[in-house]
Structure formats: C-alpha cells, structure tokens
T-cell receptor
Framework: DAGVIQSPRHEVTEMGQEVTLRCKPI?????LFWYRQTMMRGLELLIY????????DSGMPEDRFSAKMPNASFSTLKIQPSEPRDSAVYFC?????????????FGPGTRLTVL | GENVEQHPSTLSVQEGDSAVIKCTYS??????FPWYKQELGKGPQLIID?????GEKKDQRIAVTLNKTAKHFSLHITETQPEDSAVYFC?????????FGAGTQVVVTP
C-alpha cells in the first residue's frame, strides 16, 4: 500500500484565493482525520470522518473552512477565502477498524503558504 | 477542553545516553496513549503505544510507562542514536478525540 496520499505537497497562494487540499486514505480505513500544524498551536484536529460521514468538526476554525468526503477513497479540505493566518502544514490521517483510538497513519502533509 | 501537557519542549542528549519525555493528561477515562515521531518534512509516525491495562511496554530501545493514578506517561529512549533526532508527540483521548501534546524536539549529538 502506498500509504496516505496528499496533494499538493506545497501550495503558495494569495490572500482571498480558494485553496483545495486533497487526501486519499489507506484502502479499508474507516476513519479519516484532517489536522493543521503550526509552531504556535501545534497539531490541531480540524475534523474527522467515519465511513465518509463527518463526526466532529468542532476544530474547524471558521466558516471559511469546509471538508468533504464523497467516497471512501477521497477527501478534500477547502479554504475560501484564504488568509495569511491559514499558512500551516495540513495533514490527513486515516485509521483502520472500529475503534477510533488506533494507530493513525499520517500523510506527508501539504505545506500551505498564503501571501 | 481536555489537555495533554508535554515536557520538555527541547531535549539535547549525547549519543548513547538516554532520553525521557513526560506527558500528563486530564481525562481519567483515557485508556490509550500513543507516541509519535515526526522527522523533518514528514508526517508523524506511531512508534509505540500503550493501553491502560498495562503499566509498561518495551520495543527494542523504546519504552513507555504509564501511571494512571498520577495521570502521566513517559517515553524512554535508551542508547540514543543520531537517527533518533526528531520531534516526538504524546497523545491521549480527550473530549472524544485524540489530543496531542505540544511536542519535544530531541537532538542527539555525536
């Protein structure tokens, strides 16, 4: 298995533009997580899905952020409009089985820079 | 919300020495305590985890200890090597999700 795949790996955009980050979880994993990592706030959980259904989006910063999981093999995190404070590394992770607290397999991340 | 505190934030050790990182958690119902290692430019990767029915778990040079009464758990790395240099995160369940500590930057000097 190729592991969790994220694209793009790097994204540089200007303030006000729409940004879409993509994630392909490991096949067969039931849970998918989106995290944001910054020096100031560390690793923050934004939202997670179970069987393609959003379960907890309390970590989503504001309405400018949205996430979807149209099928078991694809998820997107969208920021519209983007702001400089959204600059961070965004990770997608997936985990197998029924238990939420199992090993999470992280993707390589997308480094987002908003100018 | 639930909190996981991690100390120290940075740790410099001589190659061959031991490194210890400590975390405390607040949710007494927590029963799963993983440790992740993050190398530069990569996502975190699980290196060891422990569940609340045991007090200690070892995997080669890495061990984790858990004190449920005091609500803290620790990562021990023995005989450190340069490839152990990375950021290490502890985590514990809280508020219905896995809460991560702030991370410890470990630098192993030859």
């Amino acid at each position: 298995d190729a592991g969790v795949i994220q694209s793009p790996r790097h994204e540089v955009t200007e303030m006000g533009q729409e940004v879409t980050l993509r994630c392909k979880p490991i096949s067969g994993h039931d849970y998918l997580f989106w995290y944001r990592q910054t020096m100031m706030r560390g690793l923050e959980l934004l939202i997670y899905f179970n069987n393609n259904v959003p379960i907890d989006d309390s970590g989503m910063p504001e309405d400018r952020f949205s996430a979807k999981m149209p099928n078991a093999s694809f998820s997107t995190l969208k920021i519209q409009p983007s702001e400089p404070r959204d600059s961070a590394v965004y990770f997608c992770a997936s985990t197998p089985g029924l238990a939420r607290y199992n090993e999470q397999f992280f993707g390589p991340g997308t480094r987002l820079t908003v100018l | 919300g639930e909190n996981v505190e991690q100390h120290p934030s940075t740790l410099s050790v001589q190659e061959g020495d031991s490194a210890v990182i400590k975390c405390t958690y607040s949710d007494s119902a927590s029963n799963y305590f993983p440790w992740y290692k993050q190398e530069l430019g990569k996502g975190p990767q699980l290196i060891i985890d422990i569940r609340s029915n045991v007090g200690e778990k070892k995997d080669q040079r890495i061990a984790v200890t858990l004190n449920k009464t005091a609500k803290h758990f620790s990562l021990h790395i023995t005989e450190t090597q340069p490839e152990d240099s990375a950021v290490y995160f502890c985590a514990a369940p809280g508020g219905g999700k896995l809460q991560f500590g702030a991370g410890t930057q470990v630098v192993v000097t030859p």
